[in-house]
């Protein structure tokens, strides 16, 4: 099992700039969900996802988009990239949605 | 907005000394769920507690739920230098699957 899995590691984009971060998970888990982290400060949830087909806002999802077409994958957009957005990001898994959450390595994103 | 508390922010311990960190939250959680981040690293899971009034125990570290389900605290004895890392509470606010983490507490042992 390779758990959860995301590229790139890290990405420098432009002001303006759109781009995908892409995350997947091999433990079929139906509950999977994105994160950024900025210094010093805890995890805030941007998406969520309960199951193929069904996505949710978080606290912070201005800026980002997600679709979840398979229970494998699902990607994070960054429509037009902004300063703002430099960050961290963390994606998750977990079996239901209300249990341990598997954590990718994370993407570490500098908007110029 | 809704927002999970961690005290202290910042903790220098020496060797083998003890360590607590709070977590408050201003909203009932579903359940707690605790993480331990390494520098550079990724959240990993430590453990969940679902009742109210829930402690639970790993060799050294235990942790509790608060009766109100809104507050835990993880207690760290003997710290050892393994012990490093950033420490955050989370949990699913009731009725949900969004989930908040804390401000986290970074713990630093001192050999």
């Known amino acids: 099992n390779a758990g959860v899995t995301q590229t790139p590691k890290f990405q420098v984009l432009k002001t303006g700039q759109s781009m995908t971060l892409q995350c997947a998970q091999d433990?079929?888990?139906?509950?999977m969900s994105w994160y950024r982290q900025d210094p010093g400060m805890g995890l805030r949830l941007i998406h969520y996802?309960?199951?193929?087909?069904?996505?949710d806002q978080g606290e912070v999802p201005n800026g980002y988009n997600v679709s979840r077409s398979t229970t494998e994958d699902f990607p994070l957009r960054l429509l037009s990239a902004a300063p703002s957005q430099t960050s961290v990001y963390f994606c998750?898994?977990?079996?239901?949605?209300?249990?341990?959450?598997?954590f990718g390595p994370g993407t570490r994103l500098t908007v110029t | 907005g809704q927002q999970v508390m961690q005290i202290p922010q910042y903790q220098h311990v020496q060797e083998g000394e003890d360590f607590t960190t709070y977590c408050n939250s201003s909203t009932t959680l579903s359940n707690i769920q605790w993480y331990k981040q390494r520098p550079g690293g990724h959240p990993v899971f430590l453990i969940q507690l679902v009742k109210s009034g829930e402690v639970k125990k790993q060799k050294r570290l235990t942790f509790q739920f608060g009766e109100a389900k809104k507050n835990s605290s993880l207690h760290i004895t003997a710290t050892q230098t393994t012990d490093v890392g950033t420490y955050f509470c989370a949990g699913p606010t009731s009725g949900t699957y969004k989930y908040i983490f804390g401000t986290g507490t970074r713990l630093k042992v001192l050999a």
């Open positions: 433990m079929n888990h139906e509950y």
């Open positions: 998750a898994s977990s079996r239901n949605g209300d249990g341990e959450q598997y």
């Open positions: 996802s309960v199951g193929a087909g069904i996505t």
